[in-house]
């Protein structure tokens, strides 16, 4: 319901009803009929999602089709998805530093979105930058300019796609984990990229593992 989906973005944000209403243009009173259903909409609804950078249809459950994710990350969503939470979108930089810290520090979120898989309180979200993980074979692939789910807190597996910090870098990358006879490998999904497998063997720290990606329209 909007009511929900209004107050778990809100306190996602870390915004009160005032700070809000603020920076939306409303009146406080409109936040707050809408959270505690009095309202069951508003004109004012597009501004209000706004400030909060969700979608006006994300806000009232409606049309929300450009979310593509499931725990395999292998079909398309046609129904708008139960929403779990808010996610921050991270740079690349403090996903590297993520791996050594427990907790998001607000001025990291670039921006804010919902996350339509179960995850760990700790799960972030990337703008993927080039396309070695774009894979013209099929699915898993992600595209330049696609956000991806991160989550801390899973275990890698064998053809995880994971969030990764070499140990001389201190930007975080994006590859598949491949485990074969005990050694473990960092792969690009795209055949065509010029790096190809990089071995790991104590000097690679795994940030986290994709759980699903979102999609800009």
């Known amino acids: ?76 969503l046609s129904e ?43 799960t972030y979200a990337l703008r993927v930058s080039g396309i070695s993980m774009y894979n013209p074979n099929g699915k898993p692939s992600f595209e330049d300019g696609d956000i991806i789910f991160v989550d801390p807190e899973k275990s890698a597996e064998n053809k995880s796609c994971v969030v990764v910090r070499l140990d001389d870098d201190i930007t975080a990358t994006f590859k598949q984990l491949i485990i074969e006879n005990g050694e473990k490998y960092l792969q690009p999904l795209n055949p065509n990229w010029p790096d190809k497998i990089i071995k790991v063997n104590g000097n690679a720290t795994i940030c986290g593992v994709v759980i699903g990606k979102w999609v800009d329209m």
């Open 1 to 76: 319901m909007l009511k929900d989906r209004l107050y778990q973005a809100r306190k996602a944000k870390r915004y009160s009803r005032e700070a809000l209403a603020e920076k939306a243009g409303v009146s406080t009173s409109t936040i707050t009929f809408l959270e505690n259903g009095r309202n069951e909409s508003s004109k004012f609804l597009v501004e209000i999602a706004n400030a909060l950078d969700v979608s006006a249809e994300w806000l009232k459950g409606e049309n929300v089709k450009d979310v593509t994710a499931t725990p395999k990350l292998d079909s398309s």
């Open 80 to 122: 708008a998805p139960d929403i779990k939470g808010m996610i921050p979108v991270i740079s690349w930089v403090a996903a590297g530093s993520w791996c050594n810290i427990e907790s998001l520090l607000p001025d990291d979120a670039i921006r804010w979105l919902p996350c339509p898989v179960g995850h760990s309180k700790n």
